[in-house]
């Protein structure tokens, strides 16, 4: 039963604010169970938040009872199929590998290794279209950011930052630590949805050798 604060965001949305990720699953799980009929317009998972939009005009005093009460009965559960997998070919020669190396006391081959072992899971979307943060990971792999950020960081690149590992969508500015890079399309607005990635899609890495 995750606990729950309801604020409102405007005059047309709600944003629940919970304690992790996992709750934030929980959940979003039982709110997209609902969506139809609670005629919500988006749900927008984060890292410990859910940003719930309806139509403009709409009590926001009565959903906001709802959800709670959504909240209040999710079950521990994770949206998404498990059996639902994403593979993406990484080419392990990131600028930052070594020094992820030595940040976590590995070989840069046992990086390689606990990065394609671990199935990792996208846990919400943001900071780009398309960009994806993935969890679940090798906990082995909790590094920092890098202390400079670079002004330019080419699309493809998989990198690393706290708890997560991501693949920048396209180039933009990023201070991730990048360790490899992929070919695959993480965003493509003749594909439906464009984004590869989907909230509790599996995502496995692959070293393309």
Known sequence: MPDVTVLPCGDAALLLELADLDAVFAVVAAI?????????YDVVPGGRTVLVTVAPGRSLDVLSARLTELADQAADIRPG????????????????????A??????TDEVISAHTATPWRVGFGGFAPGFAYLVGGDPRLTVARRAESRTTVPAGSVGLAGEFSGIYPRSSPGGWQ????????????????????????????????
């Open 32 to 40: 997209e169970a609902q969506r139809t009929t609670l005629q919500l």
């Open 81 to 100: 199929n498990d059996t639902d997998e994403t593979t993406i070919e990484v080419t392990y020669d990131g600028p930052d590998l070594q020094d992820v």
């Open 102 to 107: 030595q940040l976590t006391g590995l070989s």
């Open 178 to 209: 990048l360790i490899g890079h992929t070919d695959a399309p993480l965003w493509d607005l003749e594909r439906r949805p464009p984004a590869l990635l989907q909230v509790g899609t599996m995502v496995r890495f692959v070293a393309r050798r």
